[in-house]
């Protein structure tokens, strides 16, 4: 069974910074892309960021500039730094990972529960 676990969503005033970070755990023989996705009330879940393996990056042409995907290989972990933050980007925000399990032939789309990000003053 492999998990992915999300934390540091909130709430935050706009113009504010919050940090996701998506640990995976489980029985792990590696990972490809990971990423972020995020879905709004009354929409549909969107990219925001992914990330390769070895660090190649694509934003979301909303988030550019403003929001920074990082990964720490050997922590199996992925981080989504969120600067000047809007009202816009207020949603759920989702973990996403291709994971091969340990045993397994190939990797699977993996998702994590989802963390609650709401930019409000």
């Known amino acids: 069974q492999v998990q992915l676990v999300e934390s540091g969503g909130g709430q935050v005033q706009p113009g504010g910074s919050l940090r996701l970070s998506c640990v995976a755990s489980?029985?792990?023989?590696?990972?490809?892309?990971m990423g972020w996705y995020r879905q709004a009330p009354g929409k549909q879940r969107e990219m925001v960021a992914t990330?390769?393996?070895?660090?190649?990056?694509n934003y979301a042409d909303s988030v550019k500039g403003r929001f920074t995907i990082s990964r720490d290989n050997a922590k199996n972990t992925e981080y989504l730094q969120m600067n000047s933050l809007k009202p816009e980007d207020t949603a759920v925000y989702y973990c996403?990972?291709?994971?091969?399990?340990?045993?397994?032939?190939?990797?699977?789309?993996?998702w994590g529960q989802g963390t609650q990000v709401t930019v409000s003053s």
């Open positions: 990330i390769t393996r070895t660090g190649s990056t």
């Open positions: 996403n990972a291709m994971v091969r399990r340990v045993g397994g032939g190939f990797h699977l789309n993996t």
């Open positions: 489980g029985s792990i023989f590696s990972i490809n892309d």
